[in-house]
């Protein structure tokens, strides 16, 4: 293990655990070294091992249980994950979010409430007030909509995952603002909306394969170019 040799120890010291923790230094679920084996290990004080650690419990990656230890809880770094998904491409950003928002489309379906629908109508038409806040505030409106979606499929993970890409896919929505590919109409929104509500699966499904085709084709275009 490399000492911490940053200015910031605590951040240093994180970022060296966090690396041990990907590399399989320690397996999932395997207590860590104590403050004092970490402290020799990273040459930094017993505190700032304690801050370091205190970092990565709040990150998800390791567990304090008491008078127990402190447990590898997660060998994925969700930060280093959504830094690699913003890096990514934005017709992968987009596949992604395809993927995401059609599943969830139909367990929507399948599993809402009559309440469901009408806050997603209600969400629908607080997102088209566009002149009412701006863009930033459109972009909002926009991502409160698909999440509820999501929010009323039921599946508590997929909404976590949702929630995971939320800076990527607000990215993705500037992009459709700020370009010349198409964002997606209100007819293209409310068509979800009909989908979820009839509580056809398919239907749900092939509504956000509708909304998202346009974007899709345009950038299939703008990549071959």
Known sequence: MQPAIRTNLADSAAESLRAEIAAGRWALGSRIPNEAALSDMLLVSRGTVREAVRMLVSQGLLETRQGSGTYVRSTVDPAAALARIKRSGLRDQWEARAALDVEAARLAALRHVPADIERMRGLLAARETVAD???????????????????????????????????????????????????????????????????????????????MAPVLLELDRLLSQ
């Open 133 to 211: 806040g701006g863009r930033e505030a459109f972009i909002r409106r926009d991502i409160a909509f698909h999440r509820f979606i999501v929010e009323a499929s039921g599946n508590r993970a997929m909404l976590e995952l949702y929630d995971f890409f939320t800076a990527a896919i607000a990215e993705t929505i500037h992009s459709t603002i700020e370009s010349d590919l198409p964002e997606p109409d209100v007819q293209a929104h409310a068509a979800i909306v009909d989908g979820v509500a009839s509580g056809d699966p398919d239907r749900a499904a092939a509504a956000v394969r509708a909304f």
